[in-house]
């Protein structure tokens, strides 16, 4: 059974670091292009950082921008998300999906509403002191 598997959550202060996980279970990494997803109570999901299959071209939402760092390890089947000075306003359900695809930059993967193919349950960043 296919499925991603988000972890690395929790309760953070501000200013912190974290760094969450997100295995694949049941298919390669390889050829499928990720995304990180937030959502807060009462906000619309946003997509926050993605990254082509290749991993050869990376997006940042300008929310995160400077602060936030996806990255992934393919032989690990596992795509991170690096967040340092953590702010309230990243407490959220974090998300990452994975899509099919080989074309596209990493920015089209955040801003193009691609219907991705698989969803991880998400994991809970709470920033707060």
């Known amino acids: 059974q296919e499925a991603l598997v988000e972890s690395g959550g929790g309760l953070v202060q501000p200013g912190a670091s974290q760094r969450l996980s997100c295995a694949a279970s049941?298919?390669?990494?390889?050829?499928?292009?990720i995304g990180w997803f937030r959502q807060a109570p009462g906000k619309e999901r946003e997509g926050v950082s993605c990254?082509?299959?290749?991993?050869?071209?990376?997006y940042h939402a300008d929310s995160v921008k400077g602060r936030f760092t996806i990255s992934r390890d393919n032989a690990k089947n596992t795509v991170y998300l690096q967040m340092d000075n953590l702010k309230a306003e990243d407490t959220a359900v974090y998300y990452c999906?994975?899509?099919?695809?080989?074309?596209?930059?990493?920015?089209?993967?955040?801003?193009?509403?691609?219907?991705?193919?698989?969803w991880g349950q998400g994991t809970q960043v709470t920033v707060s002191s």
């Open positions: 049941g298919f390669s990494l390889q050829y499928y292009a």
């Open positions: 990254i082509t299959s290749s991993g050869g071209s990376r």
């Open positions: 999906a994975a899509v099919f695809g080989t074309y596209g930059t990493g920015q089209y993967y955040c801003d193009s509403g691609v219907k991705y193919d698989y």
